[in-house]
């Protein structure tokens, strides 16, 4: 078969893909809202269609809801009825959650919302639907029909007219009738579409029931040619936002025609790593395809990516300089120490993988606490440090306190190359690019046999120091305090140093690059520079933690989905939670995260809690993103006696929003209810 | 060293594989780190009534992209039936304490809660963090016994763990001597394109060096599986679909769409309920290796108890995995029994399967730890796996029921 016929294979992954797209675009259009969580909202209301279709049962993904029987399995309209009533709830809620408490909020705490929506959905999901195929009805009747000698199932050929025809319908929408100019309208300028008495909250209520109903569709269309399991959609999402990246985010037919044109792409180049001998070795070239369109759409059209006339956006969270002397600190380690000799078995082992995690926490918050970049592939650079690390220790037999520094220095390599893209973008859109570099790494380069070792696998030999061993299982069982050390001294020598950073010009600067990359480079400041310092020093960081982890391990072996795209996602859960902002978030990060002493602890005393944790921590983070992504720690710090009396005699803040106020009600009422009288 | 990824990949293949009707009702969870003794109905045979043995049970559960509930139903199954029919052991019942891993975490934690602990033996079921896990158990001498070895941390022996079905390298090497004796001229093999699908597909073609083999990879995450079957050139006599559940539905469902009629062999997960509704007619006269007895031999009075406690002990719906679950609970149960029972300790309970040669066991092959079948992977007890076909929805089996051995075609 040629070439040419293998691309029109391909249209059945692509009318996927330009599906998910054009519902993600439409949210964002309405709402300025990118929905990380698109795929995972569209794989519960096709779970939901399923079931009540093969058991005659409603079954919601909410903790603790009961399942309704209805009777005898429901037939194709009655179930897609249902499933889609429940999709117009579903987007309501997120609308409520977008427009009430996250109206003003960063574009961080919008992602992070999402990544906890999304979190939420496919856990609650694996609890109550299992993790095992489901099978979906078919909803368009099957056949194969020949197109120039390839041998295509007619239904992926009626899903892409179906999938073209509606993004004809909503570019007509948006083009000719009121409501899509009134949506065009507050992309650009929320005030101005106020002042003409439509309400941007309304808007948004629109365009997220009816993406969410449309992600309702395309999922029960869809489902049946994939598999359905909780988290295949999730993943749709990013070759999903290749395709809306190339659209520059505004038009719906050049999303689709991208989104195909993944599809037709990834089917090319499968047919070349049949052909060609050299590609078989290149596995994971066809899922790196998505990466490739992203970086290269926003290379191409990065600068002209539309912002949007939000009404105003709150301050990003505050990120307090701790106290100048080395009290703390010392205190802390002190305690630390205490905690390794003190403890033993499982509960020493927890507290070592708490203060790696907390190392890993530390590299977020020098990247995204203090200069404002999302990241949402934190693992992808402790991964390149774990598997760098085997290659230096056993592959070259580098010895210990070189080899981890060296990986570690990799990995700083690796961050270097992902600040590139990172100049050309901000805010959401990085987010977009790391997310689908945690995916292209993950399947391009850590699961290639030729990088991660094969099958005897990745090991990794124990670290020793002038003769003494550091490894962590000590002769005779349980845990080595020395290799218990070892983690405490990195942790505390890279705390301080943040700290420092904090509190040093450089620190400074990357808060104000933070706040507003036009007025730092006003003051002088090089952001060109703080943002490149921020992503190398981060990865360098997270490559350190990464070869802990691999020493952790020690015996077993490294695998590719320790270092993916949901462990990425993972860390960023517990790096929110703990606080973003501040050494000691990432501290109380650590703490909280899975294999950490509060999930050992929570393991042992309440039954069943592992099944659980991923539910709260998807929770967790909606409520983090709330209350202003400040965190735990965050919030221990404001209500500091000394903090809440500082609160109090300080003036009331000066916000945009308010400096209006000198200007009559009647122009006011338009930010809460959407008309002027 | 070269058999290693081939284990590895098979290993994960069946392990990704095995799977079970859905269990779609909200699941209370039977027990997460806490002790249990399952299953209690009245008006058995023989109830168990003294203290109970409690050994440690580490399963993969709760793990959005996989979870293997359904082994767990299976053992649980197996210990109502010992419990209230058997008499337990010497008149002690089972119970377990339980922690569940998630595919990339959770080993460590759930190995040092068994240290904790301190019980005699670890049951595994089926579980990819094996990784950070073994050596914690190692280090604390507690003896680790599952069905199936998952990953290559699994197949190096440390003198602590073992696996007592055949379902790794056994059954990989049994198809190629099945494929080998089968007289096929042309093969096509679709494999996962995770690292140990990749080097397990290379094994098979170099086992078969006679036959005319192409390789087609299958990506983790993809959407439609037409462009990756359409690879397949010409009509070849067989396919090898070397990739677990949910996607071997899809593929098995496109091989069928596409017109190819090539006979296709599959791994036993591919066969559960609720693949073979997603594969169609692509199920129809697969053929499936198994080292334990397929669920759907609903003729094998073994298989029939299985269904019976199932649906006594635990509510639960049969599945490849569940048969896994209680054959290894029931050939425990014999360990037990002859490491002294009651007062049986982790020492005796390991000496006890290192020294095993030719044991029987129920709904599987009989295993040997000394020495072990396979000498490259020590770790790995038994090797020997069966064809069925599935035609109707009940198997049967292929090549007059002749065991096939993964050592034979080692050579």
């Known amino acids: 078969m040629t070439y040419v016929q293998f691309a029109i294979l391909g249209l059945g992954a692509g009318a996927i893909y330009a599906a998910v797209a054009l519902g993600v675009l439409l949210v964002h259009r309405g709402s300025g809202v990118v929905n990380f969580a698109y795929g995972a909202m569209a794989m519960s209301v096709v779970y939901v269609y399923a079931i009540l279709r093969s058991d005659g049962n409603l079954n919601v993904p909410i903790v603790g809801a009961p399942v309704m029987h209805l009777g005898a399995p429901l037939g194709f309209w009655p179930a897609t009825l249902i499933a889609l009533a429940y999709a117009a709830v579903l987007g309501f809620l997120c609308h409520l959650l977008m427009s009430g408490p996250l109206r003003n909020a960063t574009t961080l705490a919008r992602v992070i919302a999402t990544v906890g929506i999304m979190t939420y959905l496919q856990a609650t999901a694996a609890l109550r639907y299992g993790t095992l195929s489901t099978s979906v009805p078919a909803a368009i009747p099957q056949a194969i029909i020949e197109i120039s000698g390839a041998r295509v199932p007619r239904d992926r050929i009626i899903l892409t007219a179906v999938v073209i025809g509606i993004a004809l319908a909503l570019a007509a929408l948006f083009k000719l009738t009121r409501v899509g100019l009134a949506i065009r309208g507050a992309a650009e300028n929320e005030h101005a579409a106020a002042y003409l008495g439509w309400s941007p909250v309304r808007l948004s209520a629109l365009t997220w029931v009816g993406g969410t109903v449309l992600a309702g569709v395309i999922a029960i269309l869809v489902a049946p040619i994939t598999s359905l399991d909780p988290t295949i959609f999730t993943l749709f999402v990013i070759p999903a936002l290749g395709a809306a990246l190339l659209a520059r985010f505004r038009s719906f037919v050049v999303c689709v025609a991208a989104g195909l044109g993944i599809g037709m792409l990834q089917s090319v180049v499968t047919k070349l790593s049949v052909d060609f001998g050299f590609m078989r070795n290149l596995t994971g070239l066809r899922e790196g395809v998505p990466f490739i369109v992203i970086v290269i759409a926003l290379v191409a059209v990065g600068a002209s990516l539309p912002g949007r006339g939000a009404m105003a956006e709150k301050r990003p969270p505050p990120a307090p300089s701790t106290v100048a002397t080395f009290k703390i600190p010392a205190i802390v380690s002190a305690l630390g120490l205490v905690a390794i000799i003190a403890t033993s078995g499982g509960w020493r082992y927890a507290l070592m993988t708490s203060m790696v995690t907390a190392l890993l926490c530390l590299s977020l918050v020098v990247l995204t606490g203090f200069v404002g970049q999302i990241s949402l592939a934190q693992m992808t650079f402790a991964g390149m440090g774990g598997f760098m690390l085997s290659k230096f220790a056993e592959g070259m037999g580098i010895p210990f306190p070189i080899a981890p520094l060296l990986a570690a220095l990799a990995a700083a390599a690796v961050g270097f190359v992902v600040a590139l893209p990172a100049l050309r973008v901000r805010g959401v859109h990085l987010a977009i690019v790391t997310l689908a570099l945690a995916q292209g790494v993950e399947e391009f380069v850590f699961k290639n046999p030729h990088f991660s070792g094969g099958f005897s696998g990745t090991h990794v030999p124990a670290p020793k120091l002038f003769g003494l061993d550091l490894s962590v299982n000590a002769k005779g069982g349980g845990f080595r305090i020395a290799f218990g050390v070892m983690v405490l001294i990195v942790l505390t020598l890279v705390a301080v140093a943040v700290i420092n950073l904090r509190r040093s010009d450089t620190g400074r600067a990357m808060l104000a690059v933070r706040a507003n990359e036009r007025a730092a480079a006003a003051a002088g400041i090089s952001v060109v520079g703080i943002k490149i310092t921020a992503f190398t020093l981060s990865a360098f960081i997270a490559g350190l933690a990464g070869t802990l982890l691999a020493y952790q391990q020690s015996g077993g072996n490294l695998s590719f989905e320790s270092f993916g795209v949901f462990a990425s996602l993972a860390l960023l859960t517990s790096a929110f939670i703990g606080g973003i902002t501040t050494v000691s978030g990432g501290i109380i990060g650590g703490v909280l995260a899975s294999g950490g002493l509060l999930s050992f602890a929570a393991t042992k005393w309440i039954t069943g809690y592992s099944r659980y944790e991923l539910i709260v921590g998807g929770l967790g983070l909606i409520v983090v993103a709330i209350r202003q992504p400040i965190g735990v720690a965050g919030e221990i710090i404001m209500n500091l006696p000394k903090n809440r009396r500082a609160r109090r005699a300080e003036p009331p803040r000066r916000t945009s929003a308010s400096a209006a106020g000198a200007r009559p009600a009647v122009l006011q009422t338009p930010e809460l209810q959407g008309g002027v009288k | ?411």
Not at chain 2, 79 to 89: A, D, P, T, V
Not at chain 2, 388 to 402: D, E, I, M, N
Request: hydrophobic share 40%; proline share 6%; charged share 15%.
């Open chain 2, 1 to 411: 060293m070269r058999w290693l990824a081939p284990l590895a990949a098979l290993t994960l293949l069946l392990a990704a594989c095995g799977s079970s009707k859905k269990s779609s009702s909200t699941t209370t969870s039977s027990s997460g780190g806490s002790v249990t003794t399952a299953g209690s109905s009245g008006g058995s045979a023989n109830k168990a009534t003294g203290s109970p043995i409690t050994i440690g049970f580490i399963n993969q559960e709760g793990d959005p992209t996989a979870s293997y509930e359904d082994w767990h139903s299976g053992a649980d199954a197996a210990i109502g039936y010992i419990n209230n029919e058997l008499g337990g052991i010497g008149g002690h019942p089972i119970a377990y304490k339980f922690c569940a891993t998630k595919a990339a975490a959770g080993g460590d934690t759930c190995a040092n809660q068994m240290v904790d602990a301190k019980v005699p033996m670890v049951m595994g079921g089926y579980v990819f963090n094996t990784g950070p896990m073994l050596p914690l158990l190692k280090s604390a001498a507690i003896p680790y016994i599952s069905g199936a070895g998952l990953i290559s941390a699994d197949f190096a022996s440390d003198g602590n763990h073992y696996f007592l079905h055949g379902g790794s390298l056994g059954t990989f090497l049994g198809v190629v001597s099945y494929l080998k004796s089968s007289g096929i001229k042309s093969l096509a093999i679709l494999h996962s394109d995770a690292p140990p699908g990749v080097l397990a597909a290379q094994v098979v073609q170099k086992g078969l060096a006679n036959v005319k083999t192409q390789l087609v990879p299958i990506p983790a995450t993809s959407a439609d599986m037409t462009p990756i079957v359409s690879s397949i050139s010409g009509q070849p006599d067989a396919v090898l679909l070397l990739q677990g559940a949910p996607l071997c539905g899809s593929v098995m469902k496109t091989i069928a769409d596409l017109g190819y009629k090539a006979q296709v062999i599959v791994t036993p997960g591919c066969v559960a309920q609720d693949v073979v509704k997603v594969a169609g007619k692509g199920a129809e006269g697969v053929m499936y290796l198994s080292s334990t007895t397929p669920f759907s031999a609903t003729t094998d009075p073994d298989i029939k108890l299985l269904n019976d406690s199932l649906a006594k002990y635990t509510s639960k719906q049969p599945s490849a995995r569940a048969v896994e679950g209680f054959a290894l609970v029931l050939a425990i149960r014999d360990i037990i029994t002859k490491a002294g029972g009651a007062s049986a300790t982790a020492a005796t309970i390991n000496t006890t399967v290192k020294n095993s040669k030719n044991v029987k066991q129920r709904l599987a092959g009989p295993y040997s730890c000394n020495p072990p079948p396979l000498a490259k992977t020590p770790a790995v007890c038994n090797d020997s796996v069966e064809i069925w076909q599935l035609k109707g929805g009940a198997s049967s089996p292929v090549a007059g029921g002749k065991i096939f051995h993964g050592a034979d075609a080692a050579g």
